[in-house]
């Protein structure tokens, strides 16, 4: 539909349906629950269903559970609101790789009665040992050439609990001089005494990644299994399985170049290891790249899957600049958020020659460029409020805004010239005497006099009190994670969050609901914070700075 290229699974997929090789595609997505989902898993949920959708096909949502130590059911609970979230729908196709657990089982046996696994007893060191490296042969296990008789006694033993941890295992046998390492002789089951959140106690063996993955695939009539490029070498394990066990489907791997973003650290582990030490409030802190903490942010499902199809999918790896995230956001914004006034750093202007007591309303554009978004009535008085920036004692002459003996404009209101500046004792600048031009209501004099600059304002007695929060990025190096020898967690942004706990908005963003967003103009976007706001204290978070501001 969009003109742009088929990326090359696309092409695959194209190819396999014009062929007939497959009448239908089914696709899935299969996070582990171990943590929450972040912007990398959002490629992969794009990819995945959204060539589902594209296809009139379907995608399921599987859970990867077989490592019980480390998932939980809040973890796939969030998975399932965030992919929602973001857009997608996965209907009766849930599926946990925990319901494969006898099937996955039975193979096991299966290929044990093959010949093809067999029960080792080399202990997690030596198994590394034994595997040699890539330009060294491995070397067979001791135990590699038992019976197939003693096998299937030992697994028997193992399921039933006899051994401890870490004392065997199931491994494939296949070949241990293969140029690719996956096929020395991978694991393929390990003693795990541990509660698993859906099957409790029933198992204290469980089975590996490399092949619960393929035969879940299998089970499910997945035809294509698109994972990222550090699998590469595990398609041969991934075929091997189901090539030995000739299964009746045999779904096919794909790999694709992995999301990379700078400045910030996209690993659930490292993720989790922020939220643990408490360097953030939680896996939804706005300064996080989950799928959470971007909804908090106020992020729109929409401009994530817009930045997903920008960067595309490819067989290479590469980073995205932070900056094409925030551009997918504010394309987004630009069109679609209500412009309103808030001020974030407030300085009060009396206007001497104002009516006391006295209130009117002046008319202001939801979107100057947007008709269609309406208008709306701002409370105008007295006293009001202006961003402090906008305001300076010794202005340079291209400073087109208040300095004593300077016009400007409030937007939509009128044009003030600033008689005034009271301090306090510690001289700093505490108000602003000002008068304003009664014949100027919206903005233009009669005599046509220019006036360059133009502010925005909040009346003072009618201002919504909020607190504010800006949002720098996490990390102040661009690959947090690169360097071997420090820690991510040393590259820290000790400035990522300013809490502005004074600002003044226009009082009509009291209604405000989280599901809005708005541009404060001049400042960037923003949106109610759906953690730290009540009723009488609401919170707002910056989503995104603007681009340019039309004041200059
Ligand atoms: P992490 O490395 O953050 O722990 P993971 O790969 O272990 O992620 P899974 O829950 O196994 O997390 O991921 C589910 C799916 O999302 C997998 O198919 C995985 O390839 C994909 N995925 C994870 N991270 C990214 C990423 N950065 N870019 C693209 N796809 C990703
Ligand atoms: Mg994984
Ligand atoms: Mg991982």
């Known amino acids: 539909t969009s003109g742009k290229p088929l990326d090359f699974i696309r092409q695959i997929i194209a190819e396999d349906l014009a062929s007939g090789k497959h009448r239908t595609i089914v696709t899935r997505f299969p996070p582990e629950p171990n943590g929450f989902l972040h912007i990398g898993h959002a490629k992969s949920i794009c990819l995945n269903f959204g060539v589902a959708v594209e296809n009139n096909a379907t995608c399921h949502l599987r859970f990867d559970d077989t490592n019980p130590d480390k998932e939980s059911t809040e973890y796939v609970e969030s998975i399932q609101r965030d992919v929602r979230w973001l857009g997608f729908d996965w209907g009766e196709h849930r599926y946990y790789a925990s319901d494969y657990f006898d099937q996955l089982h039975d193979f096991a046996v299966q290929l044990i009665g093959m010949g093809k696994a067999y029960v080792c007893h080399l202990s997690s060191d030596e198994i590394r040992a ?13 135990y590699r050439n038992r019976s197939v008789a003693e096998n299937l ?4 033993r193992m399921r039933a609990g006899e051994f401890d941890e870490g004392t065997c295992v199931l491994r494939a046998k ?26 409790g106690d029933k198992w204290c063996i469980y089975p590996m990644y490399d092949f619960t993955h393929c035969l879940s ?7 294509h299994s698109l994972c990222t490029l550090e699998f590469e070498n595990n398609r041969a394990l991934y075929d091997w399985v189901l090539d030995t066990l000739q299964t009746p489907n045999h779904p096919r791997q794909i790999e694709f170049a992995r999301l990379n973003i700078n400045y910030t650290v996209t690993s659930k582990r490292k993720l989790l290891q922020l939220v643990t030490e408490g360097h953030v409030s939680g896996w939804d802190d706005p300064r996080m790249l989950t799928i959470s903490g971007l909804r908090r942010r106020g992020y729109t499902p929409a401009s994530i899957r817009n930045f997903c199809a920008t960067i595309g999918i490819g067989k290479r790896e590469s980073w995205i600049d932070m900056g094409v995230l925030e551009n997918a956001v504010r394309d987004d914004l630009n ?52 961003e402090r920036s906008d305001f300076m004692e010794d202005a340079p002459k291209k400073f087109f805004r208040l300095s004593v003996g300077r016009e400007v404009r409030l937007r939509y209101a009128y044009l003030i010239t600033c008689q005034e500046v009271i301090k306090n004792e510690r001289g700093e600048v505490v108000e602003l005497r000002c008068t304003y031009d009664p014949d100027s209501r919206g903005g233009t004099a009669p005599d046509g006099r220019k006036v360059k600059g133009t502010i925005h304002w909040v009346s003072a007695p009618h201002a919504l009190r909020a607190e504010v929060r800006l949002y720098d990025r996490l990390f102040t190096a661009e690959y947090p994670d690169a360097d071997k020898e420090r820690n991510f967690k040393e590259f820290l942004n000790p400035h990522s969050l300013t809490l502005l706990s004074e600002c003044m908005l226009e009082p009509g963003l009291a209604q405000a609901t989280i599901e809005d967003r708005f541009q404060f103009e001049r ?30």
């Open 523 to 552: 400042q960037g976007y923003f949106c109610l914070d759906n953690g730290a706001s009540r009723p009488d204290r609401p919170v707002f978070n910056r989503i995104v700075t603007l681009r340019d501001s039309w004041a200059k």
């Open 153 to 156: 006694d030992l697994f028997a």
């Open 335 to 386: 069109e679609h958020a209500r412009r309103v006034f808030g001020v974030l750093d407030p300085l009060k202007i009396v206007l001497t020659n104002y009516p006391e007591g006295e209130t009117e309303e002046v008319v202001a554009q939801n979107h100057p460029q947007n008709p269609a978004m309406g208008e709306r009535r701002v409370p105008f008085s007295r006293e009001i409020y202006i």
């Open 130 to 142: 034994y595997r040699g490296t890539l330009t060294e042969p491995g070397k067979e296990s001791p």
């Open 174 to 199: 296949i070949d241990m001089a293969s140029p690719n390492i996956v096929m020395r002789d991978p694991v393929l089951y390990r003693i795990l005494k541990s509660h698993h959140h859906r099957t």
């Open 217 to 223: 695939d299998m089970l499910e009539g997945i035809t």
